[in-house]
């Protein structure tokens, strides 16, 4: 259950090709908020979550090219 496996402290092994640079790598996770996932039906849908206090991060993935942003909320 990936609510029991995602959990701060938890060691993940990375399941890529042994060609990739991150074979043989892991990574813990350090915060175990909550993950949103929007697939809007159009270029111009927009959707809109509240996010509580402190620092969010966004990833926006666009084909093969992704964005970082990081949100604070005071």
Do not use: C, M
């Amino acid at each position: 259950s990936p609510n029991e496996r995602f959990v701060p402290g938890a060691v993940l092994k990375l399941q890529v090709p042994e060609t990739s640079p991150w074979f043989g790598k892991t990574v813990t996770v350090t915060d175990g908020k909550k993950k949103y996932t929007y697939k809007p039906s159009s270029a111009k849908a927009s959707n809109t979550i509240k996010l509580a206090k402190g620092s969010h991060k966004l990833v926006i993935k666009g084909g093969t090219v992704s964005k970082t942003v990081t949100i604070t909320v005071p």
